[in-house]
């Protein structure tokens, strides 16, 4: 069973930025697509980045697309998502997880169950 445990969530000013980090256990991720997602109370989690197993190609939901940059380091098993510019409307909880193409033709998770995730608080 695959464990994933985010980390590098904080409370940062509006412009500042944060690297989110992602650890896989019990499992080799290398060939999986990996990618971020994040919650806030009240509403679905939503997609934010993808990456492809080899690194070469990623995705990005339009609301973050050049100000977030997703990257992925398979001989640690790790993900990273490197966030500047950050503003107040991407405070959530962010998780990461495989990415797999779901019936509706978006991104989703493919892996249960999640991981706990990191709080991401933006002040203006």
């Known amino acids: 069973q695959v464990q994933l445990v985010e980390s590098g969530g904080g409370l940062v000013q509006s412009g500042g930025s944060l690297r989110l980090s992602c650890s896989a256990s019990?499992?080799?991720?290398?060939?999986?697509?990996m990618g971020w997602f994040r919650q806030v109370p009240g509403k679905e989690r939503e997609f934010v980045a993808v990456i492809s197993g080899n690194g070469v190609s990623t995705d990005y939901a339009p609301s973050v697309k050049g100000r977030f940059t997703i990257s992925r380091d398979n001989t640690k098993n790790t993900v990273h998502l490197q966030m500047e510019n950050l503003k107040p409307e991407d405070t959530a909880v962010y998780y990461c997880?495989?990415?797999?193409?779901?019936?509706?033709?978006?991104?989703?998770?493919?892996?249960?169950?999640w991981g706990q995730g990191t709080q991401v608080t933006v002040s203006s």
């Open positions: 019990g499992h080799d991720v290398s060939t999986f697509r």
């Open positions: 997880n495989v990415v797999v193409v779901g019936s509706a033709g978006i991104w989703e998770g493919g892996f249960e169950p």
